[in-house]
């Protein structure tokens, strides 16, 4: 089934072609598969903080992008 391209308004891409121009990219840019889960933990929030004081940290800093002004 073919998509439309986000970047080119007028042209259909398949999934085929999409999956070549994304390995393309990845290739060009010299990135590799992730093989190490482990690599991905992140470890920025502190050990005695519950996951409910993650959340509304997360919450929080939402709000603030949302109020923040653009000048």
């Not at 121009?21 to 992730?34: D, F, H, N, S, W």
């Not at 409910?52 to 923040?68: I, K, L, W, Y």
């Amino acid at each position: 089934m073919a998509q439309r391209n986000p970047i080119a308004d007028d042209e259909l891409v398949t999934p085929e072609v999409a999956r070549r121009e994304l390995e393309r990219l990845a290739a060009e840019q010299g990135v590799k598969p992730i093989v190490d889960l482990a690599l991905l933990r992140a470890d920025f929030w502190p050990k005695d903080e519950s996951v409910d004081d993650f959340v509304q940290g997360v919450r929080e800093g939402r709000r603030a992008s949302e109020t923040r002004s653009v000048k």
